[in-house]
């Protein structure tokens, strides 16, 4: 073990804490501190100069004046003092702290005392944290005692939804929840890495800001999809797009959301998008049933609502499994008269024997192989009569498979309480959202997801025009050739072949300013043409005509934060009008390059619309796949690299033009 992970250790476990900044007086910050750390079973001495005792614990005036070198500190001090506490703190020996204030103006000085001392830091601006195994609560606030025990290790930059998380009282519990603030020293990398350690820790649960050490955080998650433990993340905002993102085209269009999007997919990660989709996703993973591949199936009691869930699972993009004939044919021999076998299922229609009707149905679903998670889809609300029909049948089917298998609600707050208790501690979990547990339920079908994994091919020429530099990687690109005056232009012309494109060579976005003459043919026509092209300097390139095809842009940007992202979008002058692209962590397998291609909402063009031929999408994924290889190979060469368009035809894939953006730093 490193000393930064022993460090790191040393605080979640710790065996003894100061805390500084103790105070007796009731409600203060400094009286809860002092309150959830003897909740634990550390060793706890007070420090304070001005109180000799606090209740029954004596307070000593110093972190000098304490008998034992102590493993954790906790800093209830203002930040004017800040520095000096955690300074004396590494003198008398501490191995860590927990920094409660925002360190305002005084975050580096914190760092660099921590880490010249080798101290693990939680925080600042943050509300601690708590470790259910090690019986060890480092908190500036009050939180549940105890805790929710439970295969879930979380950090959130959010103290906000530190707080609520602990206090959700949903189907899950904690072995580690860190509150990690700003993180100036202790990262969520180093939390990760902690809780891989726990055998015990079966779920990671991450709540981000921001992005922050992306390179260690990166394989600190392919560690945790290596080992089979999922890894849930909630992010909030994302990385600035910088100068040079926005100096190409696909800069422009690689959004903050999306890039986090393509982290998570490159780490195995399941990424949400909101705290509702966040508690569903987590307590459906921690139930600990996994799919075995396939799509979700439900079975309601309610025709409208088996209909709305339809139409959500649309908007989500949600596919529902296909039975098969034999469970089609079961499904079918307990239906009342009108009712059909389908998936979603509406099963209600008399009412009668509705716990082995409904168990029958939920069971027949659960053993299909198609079905990889499956619902019982109803409201749960409290049943005055005392019926307790629903929650029986789908306990009695949780006790027969460990196939994946819950029960989805739309209102939460119509859920009967008790009842959603009882299926929990039958480990049955509960959806409190129809939108959100949907998404839960596909997160559960897809995982684990393979990820690619980073292999160079060669750095490539050093500095290569742009046709060059795509050739090199075996892109297609059409016969170019460059020209600074009308004899030269012709030259080329006469080389690649008639008919040829000019386009001015001075500027990035070419026909925003009548920059481009396609389809010139002759001499004649080609000194016209240069000469009004010349108005925007002297420099044009001269190349072939490229067949009729789709048009698409396929390039990378290098993220500030997250390294190169691979682009895929709608090409050519409206590619920022619609607006329709994805983003991707390279390197790119073959399958993943398709998963790119199949976001698009271009793609049904690429089959042949309406009549019009089939694109080789195959010669498509051969430029997607290089053009990921590009940028592992050369992001610290390169700020943006774009080939736009890319015009594909049933013939091939060739680009016909590119922009490059050398790293000047």
């Known amino acids: 073990m490193s000393a930064r992970a022993e460090a790191v250790a040393t605080m979640l476990g710790a065996r003894s804490i100061a805390v500084v ?20 079973s550390a060793r706890v001495h007070l420090v304070n100069p001005r109180h000799n005792r606090i209740g029954e614990h004596r307070c000593a005036p110093s972190l000098a004046d304490l008998d034992e070198p102590v493993d954790l500190v906790l800093l209830g001090v203002p930040d004017a003092v800040v520095v000096d506490q955690l300074q004396a703190a590494a003198d008398a020996g ?13 975050r580096a000085q914190v760092a660099e005392v921590a880490l010249a001392a080798g101290m693990a830091v939680c925080g600042a601006g943050c509300m601690g944290f708590v470790n259910t195994v090690a019986a060890v609560r480092a908190l500036g ?47 969520t990398a180093d939390y990760i890495d902690h809780a891989l350690l726990d055998d015990g ?48 085209h696909s800069g422009a269009l690689a959004g903050k959301r999306a890039a986090w999007q393509a982290f998570c997919t490159a780490t195995g990660a399941v990424h949400v998008t909101d705290m509702a989709e966040f508690t569903d996703t987590i307590e459906l993973f921690a139930s600990g049933r ?12 309610s025709g409208a609502e088996r209909a709305l869930t339809v139409d959500l699972a649309h908007d989500l993009g949600v596919d529902f499994a296909a039975l098969t004939p034999g469970t089609t044919a079961t499904i079918a021999g307990l239906l009342d008269d009108g009712l059909a076998p ?40 409290t049943e005055y009569d005392g019926d307790t029909a629903y929650a029986d049948a789908v306990t009695d089917v949780a006790k ?12 939460a707050s119509a859920i009967d309480r008790p009842t959603a208790q009882r299926l929990r501690d039958n480990g049955v979990p509960v959806l409190e959202g129809l939108r959100s547990g949907l998404a839960a339920m596909a997160h559960l079908a897809a995982w684990p997801r393979s990820v690619d994994r980073a292999a160079s091919a060669g750095p490539g020429p050093t500095r290569a025009t742009g046709f060059d530099l795509l050739a090199h990687y075996g892109i297609p690109v059409v016969p170019t050739r460059a020209a600074d005056s009308a004899e030269t232009a012709c030259d080329a012309a006469a080389q690649i072949g008639y008919p040829v494109a000019v386009k001015t060579a001075a500027l990035q976005h070419k026909s925003d300013v009548g920059g481009v003459r396609l389809g010139v043919t002759g001499k004649t026509g080609l000194r016209a043409a240069y000469r009004d092209l010349a108005r925007l300097g002297p420099a044009v390139t001269v190349s072939a005509m490229a067949p009729p095809g789709v048009e698409v842009s396929v390039g990378f940007v290098r993220d500030p934060a997250f390294g190169p992202l691979v682009v895929v979008a709608a090409g050519g ?29 271009i793609r049904p063009l690429l089959d042949g619309w309406r009549g019009g031929p089939p694109a080789d999408v195959d010669a498509l994924l051969d430029v997607v796949v290089a053009v990921g290889q590009m940028a592992v190979d050369l992001a610290d060469r390169y700020t943006a690299v774009e080939a736009n368009p890319v015009i594909v035809s049933p013939t091939g894939a060739v680009a016909v033009d590119v922009l490059t953006v050398q790293n000047t730093t």
């Open 342 to 381: 389908t998936n979603p299922l509406d099963v209600w229609g008399t009412g009668a024997d509705t716990r082995n009707l409904f168990g029958a149905c939920l069971r027949a679903m659960v053993d299909d192989p198609t079905v990889a998670v499956t619902a019982l889809a109803v409201d749960l609300v």
């Open 141 to 187: 606030y009050l939180e549940p005692d105890p805790l929710p025990a439970g295969p879930v290790s979380l950090v959130t930059h959010s103290g906000s939804a530190f707080s609520t998380l602990l206090r959700a009282h949903r189907g899950f519990g904690f072995r580690l929840a860190v509150s990690s603030g700003q993180e100036l020293v202790t990262d």
């Open 21 to 40: 900044g103790a105070s007796p007086r009731p409600d203060s910050f400094g009286a809860r501190m002092v309150a959830e750390a003897l909740r634990g």
């Open 573 to 601: 002058t409206l590619v920022e009008l619609l607006a329709d692209r994805v983003l991707a962590c390279p390197p790119l397998s073959r399958g993943r390059a398709r998963e790119l291609l199949n976001g698009l909402r």
């Open 94 to 106: 501490a191995r860590s702290a927990v920094v409660f204030g925002s360190a305002h103006g005084r």
């Open 400 to 411: 027969q498979t460990d196939a994946p298998l819950a029960v989805l609600a739309s209102v």
């Open 201 to 248: 820790t079966r779920l990671i649960a991450l709540l981000l800001e921001t992005p922050r050490a992306v390179p260690r955080l990166r394989a600190a998650l392919l560690r945790a999809a290596d080992a089979g433990v999922p890894v849930i993340i909630l992010t909030i905002g994302g990385s600035p797009r910088g100068r040079a993102m926005v100096a190409a």
């Open 290 to 301: 996994r799919s075995r591949g396939g799509r979700i199936a439900t079975v309601h009691d």
